[in-house]
């Protein structure tokens, strides 16, 4: 099994910054894609940003500019930046994985999720 821990969520003020952290542990073979997904209330969950294991990076189109995602493959973790906040920003941060065990069974886990809120 692969577990993933997320870290870093909190209440800001718009224009403020924050960082995530998600670390994964477990019975890990390789980790391969990263990324952070985000839930508001009443949405459904959206991609924010991926990363894969040789460090390509994709981004939705709303934070581009503002969040940088990042990774530590001796780590298994992820970091997602974000500066410039927005109170559209505010949501929960799930951190995902496509990850291969060591049993070499590939599947997609999840964490328990972080919540950011950016007040106006």
């Known amino acids: 099994q692969v577990q993933l821990v997320e870290s870093g969520g909190g209440l800001v003020q718009a224009g403020g910054s924050l960082r995530l952290s998600c670390a994964a542990s477990g019975s890990i073979f390789r980790i391969n894609a990263m990324g952070w997904y985000r839930q508001a209330p009443g949405k459904q969950r959206e991609l924010v940003a991926v990363?894969?294991?040789?460090?390509?990076?994709d981004y939705a189109l709303s934070v581009k500019g503002r969040f940088t995602i990042s990774r530590d493959n001796a780590k298994n973790t992820v970091y997602l930046q974000m500066n410039s906040l927005k109170p559209e920003d505010t949501g929960v941060y799930y951190c995902?994985?496509?990850?291969?065990?060591?049993?070499?069974?590939?599947?997609?886990?999840w964490g328990q999720g972080t919540q950011v809120t950016v007040s106006s």
């Open positions: 995902n994985a496509d990850a291969t065990n060591t049993w070499w069974v590939r599947n997609d886990y």
């Open positions: 990363t894969t294991r040789g460090g390509s990076t």
